[in-house]
């Protein structure tokens, strides 16, 4: 496994990397001590696992990196490795795609299984189940809804059923360019790229019932 580390202190990246490189199956090939490091050793380096630590200053912190990794390199697998352990940060990682959350006070081997199991797939967040994960997926969803205005809320259902932009500037008797901001909008604040991804948004959230 290509791994690289992304910490902003130089002892914790090398002790990481002197236990990482001493396992058979990890290498560590890439550092950096910020969110822009990273992504420019990403850029230039063939990595598997990221290990991201959330406090990087200056700059973005480390979920602000995830998701823009998560965006521009999505094969690569990350796993935030940080002190804090506040659920906030779990809410904030699962929404940034982390697929892992391990704290850096956990024991070694807590840390390399957790590495070989979200190189293979899984995901990772020690001391959660399914059911807690999938509750806090559920409370991020709800609060990126609440972003929306009550026009955007109206816009979204409609756009989900596949009414064009003529259609639902008719039916709310607005203009069709002031539709157009809308449906940016809603992207944006929901943080999806394309109309697939919209229509899964509205059904997995009850907007919509296509049955």
Do not use: C, W
């Not at 890439?30 to 992504?39: H, K, S």
């Amino acid at each position: 496994m290509r791994l690289m580390l992304s910490d902003d202190h130089e002892l914790i990246r090398n002790a990481l990397s002197f236990l990482l490189n001493a396992q058979p199956d990890m290498e560590v090939v890439a550092q950096a001590e910020d969110g822009t490091q990273t992504v420019m050793q990403l850029e230039q380096q063939a990595v598997d696992v990221l290990l991201l630590d959330i406090s990087m200053p200056p700059g973005e912190n480390g979920l602000k990196t995830a998701r823009r990794i998560k965006e521009e390199f999505p094969k690569v697998k990350v796993i935030i490795l940080t002190m804090h352990d506040e659920e906030s940060y779990v809410k904030e990682a699962l929404d940034a795609g982390a697929d892992g959350f391990i704290l850096k006070q956990e024991k070694e081997e807590l840390l390399l299984d957790a590495i070989r199991r979200v190189y293979q797939g899984e995901q990772v967040y020690p001391g959660y189940t399914a059911e807690q994960l999938a509750e806090l997926r559920t409370e991020v969803v709800r609060s990126l809804y609440e972003t929306l205005s009550k026009r955007e809320k109206e816009i979204l259902p409609l756009i989900a059923l596949g009414y064009q932009n003529k259609e639902i500037a008719e039916r709310l008797f607005i203009s069709v360019k002031t539709v157009e901001v809308h449906k940016t909008n809603i992207r944006k604040k929901l943080k999806v790229e394309n109309y697939a991804d919209l229509l899964q948004f509205s059904v997995k959230n009850h907007i919509i019932d296509l049955s």
